[in-house]
């Protein structure tokens, strides 16, 4: 009886400690001015891309004038700035000259976080052989990750070509041939939306049946192989005059399939990609390593968080700003495990160098978000609920993205 009076000590402890990080993101915290900055800011700012600074590929009109201001009189950045974007097919080299061309800025690719940049950090499973799912340079992605021992989705199709019979025209009729074509599979990447679902769909399946050997009986084993995946968006906002499907609706679709197959859980060793704290954990080492790469050399102790949809940009940061809160009080000494990351090893993370006190989300109105109550329906990744209402609150919300960016600098009194 003592030791379940002492574990609701805890407990009500806890919650007393969230509901007192929740409040730090409150609107009137947000107002409140903090001491005058010369040059060299203390913040950092961490960019959506999709419906912040672009819609598709058509740059949005006050995004330009928004970056202007993060320059030196030379052109270079003066303010700490990552891009932590959900999209998961392109290589983060590519996606830095887009933006460079974009914003009329030099984006170095050191300042981009696709959704499966975390990935880097799952050192344990970068021997296995994965089978690899999206489009894209999916190879390339996984090799500049860490992995090494890599088949698509493509090459099992092939290989396996009676596996994939959806597609009349692509059906073969023709009886296997001999001896082992692909050796075994031994975990699952999931990169992004791949062009032909039903394709992947039957394949992730079939793998996950037979325990990684598609030419064995299924068996169901479980716990099954690990799962990583990358983008969680249910939606997301391009050309169209409404939000599209994003990877978060191809891994609903996975999860509805193999629970109706198997009746049992799909479980994730990692779900990376926002609103993962993992990924706000490895952007804030990002804009730390930004800031003195543009000589900044003091601690970056405040950070912004500029997003478009509450369910991933604004509930990530607010998720990162109580993790950030229960790091501190917790001390240097004890590692605080992260939403998203089964399967990684916390006690070989660094986190000295992560300084940031104060986590801000701010809401733009230019991408998905639904002004008229679309946004109270629950989009949230499966594996983060339930969700408090309070953490899919903004701290600000603003019309576009040259308006989030003065309000930062009325905030930081930076000019």
């Known amino acids: 009886m003592a030791a379940l009076t002492s574990q609701t000590v805890l407990l009500v402890r806890e919650h007393a400690f969230l509901q007192a990080a929740l409040s730090s993101i409150k609107l009137r915290n947000f107002s409140t001015k903090s001491s005058p900055h010369s040059s060299s800011p203390n913040f950092g700012l961490l960019f959506d891309i999709d419906g912040v600074l672009v819609r598709g590929r058509k740059v949005l009109p006050t995004a330009p004038k928004a970056f202007s201001k993060l320059l030196d009189q030379h052109g270079r950045f003066r303010v700490p700035t990552v891009f932590v974007t959900n999209a998961g097919n392109a290589l983060r080299n590519a996606k830095a000259e887009q933006l460079s061309q974009w914003l009329n800025v030099e984006v170095d690719e050191d300042q981009v976080i696709m959704a499966h940049s975390p990935l880097k950090l799952f050192e344990h499973f970068m021997g296995k052989h994965i089978l690899v799912s ?188 109580n993790y950030v809160q229960r790091r501190r009080r917790q001390g240097s000494s004890q590692r605080v495990a992260m939403q998203g990351a089964r399967g990684l090893d916390i006690s070989r993370q660094d986190f000295q160098g992560l300084t940031a006190e104060h986590c801000f989300s701010i809401l733009v109105k230019t991408g998905v978000y639904d002004e008229h109550g679309g946004h109270l329906l629950d989009h949230c990744p499966r594996d983060f609920l339930p969700v408090e209402a309070k953490l899919q609150q903004p701290s600000i919300t603003v019309p576009c993205v040259l308006h989030a960016i003065d309000a930062i600098f009325e905030r930081e009194n930076f000019s």
């Open 134 to 321: 999206g489009q894209g340079p999916v190879t390339e992605i996984a090799y500049n990750l860490g992995f090494r021992n890599i088949t698509t989705i493509e090459q099992l199709r092939v290989a396996y070509p009676q596996l994939d019979c959806v597609d009349q025209k692509r059906r073969s009729l023709q009886p296997p041939s001999e001896g082992r074509r692909i050796a075994p599979i031994e975990g699952l990447m999931l990169f992004g939306e791949p062009v032909r679902w039903e394709t992947s769909l039957q394949l992730l399946l079939d793998v996950l049946m037979t325990d990684g050997d598609v030419e064995a009986v299924p068996t169901s084993p479980y716990p099954h192989l690990p799962v990583l995946a990358c983008n969680m968006d249910l939606q997301w906002m391009a050309e169209a005059h409404m939000p599209r499907f994003g990877h978060g609706s191809f891994l609903l679709c996975l999860e509805a399939l193999y629970k109706k197959v198997t009746g049992k859980d799909l479980i994730y060793t990692a779900l990376v990609g926002k609103p993962s704290e993992i990924t706000y954990y490895h952007a804030e080492t990002m804009v730390q390593q930004h800031a003195r790469s543009i000589g900044i050399n003091h601690p970056i102790t405040t950070l912004y968080a500029i997003g478009d949809n509450i369910h991933t940009d604004i509930f990530g940061m607010n998720l990162y700003s």
